[in-house]
């Protein structure tokens, strides 16, 4: 205010007030004036205020996080040896082995054999079951490793919760199957703890909703054959770019699914005005209007602009699925290439790019197409455009026809469309069954249906936060509806929104959900079955007799004939 040279209305007011006092100006970095308008705030009186506890967190640091953690850990007292001696003894399988220990008495096969399949296997491992403080262990040693360890024999109710300290504890890291066992058979066992450690991973929805689902769908491929040249025609943007000295950022690209003939345009921005304009005026003023437009999800092309330009001009327009880009793959793949090129061509400050796109356009439509076997002029023009090779060496002779050079041509020109869009549409539609052959072959995932639970792969994007710390699936949503074999109309978990998904971005959702016998004893989820025709000495896992399977199947191993005199212990 001391610089102005003629101060008026309120600075001169200022400057007035300021004349009494003796002063110096000493500069303060802003980050230090957050009490200067404390006074014209109002106080916040909203319980749990997201702006409060973020302005916090930014005044606390790290302290912060430890005041708001992001996940909240139960509360649970340490568990004493009468609480684990009370439990033992509610479990019927581990009562009836602690009266056995306490009888000092292994009781006979035959005594057992109508017992289930714990009890048996327990049965089987009497010289490593032990009592220290009345509390049931067992004697392990671990493969490769010359110390015995003292196993707590879990009880049913108790292994769920012996599974999250394990995997999903704060700590635990939510490691893998190995990891996971290899942790749990420190301290504790149960027959059958492997089989209900690798399900509880498997259906761990913390793991799955970072890492993805294990078993992922894919589905077949969906082959769109056309017959005529602007039949349908792809769009898509390319960029951003550096900014060129003509203000240019983005491409524009269109491209016809029959001739593979690509058009680029250099535009400043990606509205649907821009991209609504150079169409018209570029590409339908000289080719024509197609019949089908089909792009992604963009604003640009789902603006109500763009659709009433497509309804004006009689064009069906159509769209890919959110994050399915295998949708849209001609004008993709055509994006690939025409970014390698414009790396090849353009200048170290790449503000250039812009110049050098009518030039790979040309290279690429008078390239030789894997799928057409000809030319993108060919198909579009019925002749070949002049490439610099032909500059130098000539153009190749054409036989003449008798009559007119006009007529001639046009006769020419006639025949050699009809002929090469023929061979076109037969070597179109033999790559496009190879193509799906090949897709097909790498095809999986099982079969959904409307009612069925399943993850959803929504990658966030947020200003402020990494992607590689969020979570990319979510679920379970629910399948309302098929409209087509691979795709789909999905409710989002949360508040219930309906979206239409490809089937490659869906995954089946299987929670864990132990069960309930009716004596309100809880099941293990993967139910144990012991083989009978070798004595029982052998722990099988898979589903029993009358038991429906839960969460993915596991092999049934046989035990060879020439061991069933034999006994093993399980390891």
Not at 92 to 120: H, I, M
Not at 443 to 457: C, E, F, I, R, T
Request: proline residues 8%; charged residues 25%; positive net charge.
């Amino acid at each position: 205010m001391l610089n102005f040279k003629q101060p008026e209305g309120q600075v001169a007011r200022w400057l007035e007030i300021l004349q009494e006092y003796d002063f110096d100006v000493q500069h303060r970095p802003g980050h230090q004036h957050s009490n200067a308008d404390a006074l014209s705030r109002r106080p916040c009186f909203t319980d749990e205020c997201r702006h409060c506890l973020r302005q916090e967190e930014r005044e606390l640091g790290p302290l912060a996080a430890a005041a708001y953690p992001a996940i909240t850990i139960p509360e649970r007292e340490p568990f004493s040896l009468e609480q684990l001696k009370e439990q033992q003894k509610a479990d019927q399988v581990l009562a009836e082995v602690r009266g056995w220990l306490e009888a000092q008495r292994r009781p006979d096969w035959q005594a057992v054999t109508f017992q289930g399949p714990e009890l048996k296997v327990l049965h089987s491992q009497w010289g490593s079951l032990e009592l220290h403080n009345d509390v049931l262990y067992r004697r392990w040693r671990a493969p490769g490793a010359g110390v015995d360890r003292v196993q707590l024999l879990v009880p049913r109710n108790l292994r769920q919760e012996v599974l999250h300290w394990i995997h999903g504890a704060a700590g635990a890291g939510h490691f893998g199957n190995n990891k996971t066992v290899r942790r749990l058979r420190q301290r504790f066992y149960w027959p059958g703890c492997r089989q209900d450690a690798e399900l509880f991973v498997h259906c761990c929805d913390t793991c799955t909703a970072q890492k993805g689902p294990n078993q992922r769908s894919r589905g077949p491929l969906q082959q769109y054959l056309v017959g005529a040249p602007m039949e349908r025609v792809g769009v898509d943007i390319l960029g951003p770019f550096p900014t060129t000295e003509t203000g240019n950022r983005y491409v524009l690209v269109a491209m016809d699914y029959f001739t593979k003939w690509p058009e680029a345009y250099a535009v400043p921005d990606q509205s649907a005005t821009t991209s609504a304009q150079r169409l018209v005026d570029e590409m339908f003023s000289r080719f024509g209007v197609p019949e089908e437009l089909h792009s992604d999800q963009g604003r640009n092309f789902e603006s109500r602009l763009f659709a009433e330009v497509c309804q004006r001009l009689g064009i069906k327009k159509t769209r890919t699925t959110p994050l399915h880009p295998q949708s849209d793959g001609l004008v993709e793949r055509f994006n690939r290439t025409l970014a390698t090129q414009l790396a090849i061509l353009t200048s170290r400050h790449q503000r250039d790019w812009d110049q050098h796109l009518p030039l790979v356009s040309w290279a690429y439509r008078t390239a030789v197409q894997e799928s057409s076997q000809c030319t993108p002029a060919a198909l579009m023009f019925g002749r070949e455009l002049r490439t610099p090779v032909e500059l130098v060496f000539g153009p190749p002779p054409e036989p003449e026809i008798a009559s007119g050079p006009e007529l001639d041509y046009l006769r020419r020109l006639r025949g050699r469309l009809d002929e090469v869009h023929q061979m076109a549409r037969e070597t179109l539609q033999n790559a496009g069954a190879r193509q799906k052959r090949a897709y097909d072959s790498r095809a999986h995932g099982p079969s959904l249906a409307p009612g069925d639970q399943v993850w959803v792969y929504c990658p966030l994007r947020k200003r402020g936060l990494s992607p590689k710390l969020t979570h990319h699936w979510q679920g379970p949503g629910e399948i309302m509806g098929q409209i087509s074999d691979v795709v789909f109309r999905v409710r989002l978990p949360g508040r219930g929104r309906q979206v239409v998904l490809h089937k490659d971005r869906l995954a089946p959702y299987r929670p864990m959900t132990p069960l309930q016998r009716t004596d309100g004893v809880v099941e293990s989820p993967m139910p144990l079955s012991i083989d009978a025709e070798n004595g029982g000495s052998r722990l099988r896992a898979g589903p029993g007799p009358g038991d429906t399977p839960q969460g993915r199947p596991v092999r049934v191993r046989h035990q060879p004939v020439y061991l069933q005199d034999f006994e093993f212990d399980d390891i």
